[in-house]
């Protein structure tokens, strides 16, 4: 069983920092593309960031220059730095990842339960 566990989320003031960390376990054999999406109450889930297993991003328009994305392949550890925070990136982020596990022959699609984020102004 593959599962993937975000943690970092909290509250913090316009302008600081949050690090998003997120944690797959499980028999896994090759984690592919990974993804932080966020929600917003009353607002569709929408993605945030995303790095290939090439390591090559793209970034909401909303978040390009303030939030990094990145990932340790040894540690099956992916990372959402927040940076310049501010009220309107309130939302409950998600973390997803395109996994093969060891035994499967395809990679599947897993989200993690997500975390809250909390700016305040």
């Known amino acids: 069983q593959v599962q993937l566990v975000e943690s970092g989320g909290g509250l913090v003031q316009a302008g600081g920092s949050l690090r998003l960390s997120c944690a797959a376990s499980g028999s896994i054999n090759r984690i592919n593309a990974i993804g932080w999406y966020r929600q917003a109450p009353g607002k569709q889930r929408e993605l945030v960031a995303v790095i290939s297993s090439s390591d090559s991003t793209s970034y909401a328009d909303s978040v390009k220059g303030r939030f990094t994305i990145s990932r340790d392949s040894a540690k099956n550890t992916m990372y959402l730095q927040m940076n310049s925070l501010k009220p309107e990136d309130t939302a409950v982020y998600y973390c997803?990842?395109?996994?093969?596990?060891?035994?499967?022959?395809?990679?599947?699609?897993?989200w993690g339960p997500g975390t809250q984020v909390t700016v305040s102004s």
């Open positions: 997803n990842a395109d996994i093969r596990p060891v035994y499967a022959f395809r990679s599947q699609n897993y």
